[in-house]
């Protein structure tokens, strides 16, 4: 069965850190490229970093120098380090695996809530 199950979101006040994970199976992780989307409330889902399967990395403007995506493909691990965490942080964090000719696999959501 291919699952993705994300964890670490929680409630953080501003200027906190967060630190979520993306755990894989059901598929060679290796081979897909992997991706954190948000979903603000009321707003639609929008991609926050990217990391590619030869390790580059890519980031939306409004996250540069806060987050950092990662992956172990060891583990079949993805991870997303949040930092100086904002209120306009607050969203359902997606984990994304994509690869061409696949179907686009998602997880089920980690709620981050930033407020005092």
């Known amino acids: 069965q291919v699952l993705l199950v994300e964890s670490g979101g929680d409630l953080v006040q501003p200027g906190g850190s967060l630190r979520l994970s993306c755990v894989a199976s059901?598929?060679?992780?290796?081979?897909?490229?992997m991706a954190w989307y948000r979903q603000p409330p009321g707003q639609r889902r929008v991609v926050v970093a990217r990391?590619?399967?030869?390790?580059?990395?890519s980031y939306a403007d409004s996250v540069k120098g806060r987050f950092t995506i990662s992956r172990d493909n060891a583990k079949n691990t993805t991870n997303l380090q949040l930092n100086d965490l904002k209120p306009e942080d607050t969203a359902v964090y997606y984990c994304?695996?994509?690869?061409?000719?696949?179907?686009?696999?998602w997880g089920q959501g980690t709620q981050v809530t930033v407020s005092d």
């Open positions: 994304n695996a994509n690869r061409i000719f696949s179907p686009t696999l």
């Open positions: 059901g598929i060679d992780f290796g081979i897909y490229h």
């Open positions: 990391i590619f399967t030869d390790g580059a990395t």
